[in-house]
């Protein structure tokens, strides 16, 4: 009985420290996305970027979301959305890339509030739906820096009718 002990102690005492690492794994990118974000705020000129155009009519290059945000959903993506559509978002098997020139492709001319809607009713794919409305807002913030469009000072808003004005336009 105590060699059986002995060995659940083992096993578990394993599970422990694997579940640690991977803590420690979330901690450190968490940590590294934090680090980031605070370089790129302060490298960014005084009066960038203070306000955006919440309700009329703008584009992703009017920076519609904050670094924060962004880094709040790659943690998402990572969780969530990398098994499909890859770390480095080229997609893989049938899922779409969300970066480059297909990416932009589907999305240049349509309104912002059609990606959030189609994340938020149709992904993941293994269970649509399921993720809430600032997730998703977080998961589009994240898209949006990964393709290189300006982050701002106030974050995107969590619902789709809020984002329909704001257009996705090639690079000025």
Request: hydrophobic share 40%; aromatic share 6%; proline share 5%.
């Amino acid at each position: 009985m105590i060699e059986e002990s002995g060995r659940q102690s083992r096993r578990y005492g394993a599970a422990a420290r694997s579940a640690t690492c991977r803590r420690s794994v979330i901690g450190i990118s968490g940590a590294l996305t934090a680090v980031l974000t605070a370089m790129q705020l302060a490298a960014m000129p005084v009066g960038t970027a203070l306000a955006r155009h919440s309700l009329g009519s703008g584009s992703v290059w009017d920076s519609v979301f904050t670094l924060a945000q962004a880094g709040r959903g790659e943690v998402t993506y990572s969780a969530t959305c990398a098994s499909c559509h890859g770390d480095s978002l080229a997609g893989i098997n049938d899922a779409p890339a969300l970066t480059g020139p297909d990416f932009h492709k589907t999305w240049d001319g349509n309104a912002l509030s059609s990606l959030f809607n189609r994340i938020s009713n149709d992904m993941p794919s293994d269970n649509p739906g399921s993720l809430a409305g600032p997730q998703v807002a977080e998961l589009v913030a994240f898209l949006l820096r990964y393709n290189g469009y300006p982050a701002g000072k106030v974050e995107l808003a969590a619902a789709a009718e809020s984002l329909s004005m704001i257009r996705f336009l090639p690079k000025p």
